[in-house]
């Protein structure tokens, strides 16, 4: 009997980029295979993770302040070793594990990209088998851009591809390049991703809500007032149910395909103003894209992720980002002030 993965029907991605509608510029298909290379070893790495050894911290401290567990190492390794060798016109690798961009010395001048990325979100779920994923982006650099990433530093408008992968039960990539968003799950009998759904659309509304709300003291009271309307009495707009899982990639990829609204607010600081923790450039604004591409929304509380211009390419903004109806609410509610 045939196996499903024998099926001629199913489309594997190095396939489906080259005949996509409309036509992906040659050298996107080609970032996107190597994103597609490097999940697939960090897929399976995790699968086999706890045997090897491979868990716990790797007693480094990364830029943000955060302890480095040894799969963020190994897992951003994959994504240099992936573009170092020029499969791709990347020329500059950014990721939350650098402080620094790190430039492919090979690739500098005529057209190229910058790849953002976050090589391992929800790295703390690691040691107790929980949800894991892989957020990234691509921008466009110009010619002759050296090593000044003052290009790079537009706002999430500027993307020309965006997505992420997640490392559950199935390893799934899901990405866009403008013209909606599609989904591939990585068939581990031929090695391949194969297409499982395209042109996804998010529901205009959904059932769940997706917040860490032990932090709920250090937020505004805008914050407090959306929680409490979503948690609330089923006719006056609520019934919602709370769901968590400590990965971004996780809690979004909900969103995305039965509706529903994560957030993660700003904490107010000492002098009164709010801090996001969320890296925008590698994190919000990628998945931002991915939400607006399936008819979602994101914001920061204080307008939509995809006009906001970042002044570095580690900063750190609140999200508000799901079914458009949710996102809605949350900005009528002002809950990262005026």
Same mark, same amino acid.
């Not at 995790?46 to 567990?69: C, D, H, P």
């Not at 110009?142 to 990433?149: A, C, F, L, Q, Y």
């Given at each position: 009997?045939?196996?499903?993965?024998?099926?001629?029907?199913?489309?594997?991605?190095?396939?489906?980029?080259?005949?996509?509608?409309?036509?992906?510029?040659?050298?996107?298909?080609?970032?996107?295979?190597?994103?597609?290379?490097?999940?697939?070893?960090?897929?399976?790495?995790?699968?086999?993770?706890?045997?090897?050894?491979?868990?716990?911290?790797?007693?480094?401290?990364?830029?943000?302040?955060?302890?480095?567990?040894?799969?963020?190492?190994?897992?951003?390794?994959?994504?240099?070793?992936?573009?170092?060798?020029?499969?791709?016109?990347?020329?500059?690798?950014?990721?939350?594990?650098?402080?620094?961009? &790190? @430039?492919?010395? $090979?690739?500098? %001048?005529?057209?190229?990209?910058? *790849? /953002?990325?976050?090589?391992?979100?929800?790295?703390?779920?690691?040691?107790?088998?929980?949800?894991?994923?892989?957020?990234?982006?691509?921008?466009?650099?110009?010619?002759?851009?050296?090593?000044?990433?003052?290009?790079?530093?537009?706002?999430?408008?500027?993307?020309?591809?965006?997505?992420?992968?997640?490392?559950?039960?199935?390893?799934?990539?899901?990405?866009?390049?403008?013209?909606?968003?599609?989904?591939?799950?990585?068939?581990?009998?031929?090695?391949?991703?194969?297409?499982?759904?395209?042109?996804?659309?998010?529901?205009?509304?959904?059932?769940?809500?997706?917040?860490?709300?032990?932090?709920?003291?250090?937020?505004?009271?805008?914050?407090?007032?959306?929680?409490?309307?979503?948690?609330?009495?089923?006719?006056?707009?609520?019934?919602?149910?709370? &769901? @968590?899982?400590? $990965?971004?990639? %996780?809690?979004?990829?909900?969103? *995305? /395909?039965?509706?529903?609204?994560?957030?993660?607010?700003?904490?107010?600081?000492?002098?009164?103003?709010?801090?996001?923790?969320?890296?925008?450039?590698?994190?919000?604004?990628?998945?931002?894209?991915?939400?607006?591409?399936?008819?979602?929304?994101?914001?920061?509380?204080?307008?939509?992720?995809?006009?906001?211009?970042?002044?570095?390419?580690?900063?750190?903004?609140?999200?508000?980002?799901?079914?458009?109806?949710?996102?809605?609410?949350?900005?009528?509610?002002?809950?990262?002030?005026?």
């Amino acid at each position: 009997m045939a196996t499903a993965s024998a099926d001629p029907s199913h489309i594997a991605l190095d396939r489906y980029l080259r005949a996509a509608t409309p036509k992906i510029e040659p050298g996107l298909v080609a970032t996107l295979e190597q994103v597609g290379l490097a999940v697939k070893r960090i897929a399976n790495q995790l699968a086999v993770a706890a045997l090897r050894g491979a868990l716990g911290s790797s007693g480094a401290i990364n830029v943000q302040g955060e302890e480095v567990e040894k799969l963020d190492a190994w897992s951003n390794n994959v994504f240099i070793d992936a573009f170092a060798g020029g499969g791709a016109p990347v020329s500059t690798l950014i990721s939350e594990e650098l402080e620094n961009p &790190r @430039y492919l010395k $090979a690739q500098h %001048g005529g057209n190229s990209y910058a *790849l /953002l990325f976050d090589p391992l979100d929800g790295s703390s779920n690691t040691d107790v088998n929980g949800a894991l994923g892989t957020i990234f982006a691509v921008r466009r650099r110009k010619p002759g851009h050296g090593e000044d990433i003052a290009d790079v530093l537009g706002p999430g408008s500027e993307q020309i591809a965006a997505g992420y992968a997640l490392y559950g039960p199935a390893t799934m990539l899901v990405w866009t390049t403008g013209g909606g968003v599609n989904a591939f799950v990585l068939d581990p009998e031929i090695g391949e991703f194969v297409l499982w759904r395209e042109k996804i659309r998010m529901p205009g509304r959904g059932k769940t809500y997706a917040v860490n709300q032990a932090n709920l003291a250090k937020w505004s009271p805008g914050v407090r007032a959306l929680l409490e309307r979503l948690a609330g009495p089923k006719d006056q707009g609520g019934g919602y149910s709370l &769901r @968590y899982c400590g $990965a971004f990639v %996780g809690d979004f990829h909900r969103c *995305l /395909l039965k509706g529903g609204i994560f957030l993660y607010p700003g904490e107010v600081t000492a002098d009164g103003k709010s801090k996001g923790k969320l890296r925008l450039m590698y994190e919000v604004a990628p998945m931002s894209m991915i939400a607006e591409q399936a008819g979602g929304a994101a914001s920061t509380g204080r307008g939509r992720v995809l006009d906001f211009v970042p002044a570095s390419i580690h900063e750190r903004v609140p999200v508000y980002i799901g079914s458009a109806e949710e996102v809605a609410l949350a900005d009528q509610l002002k809950p990262e002030g005026g």
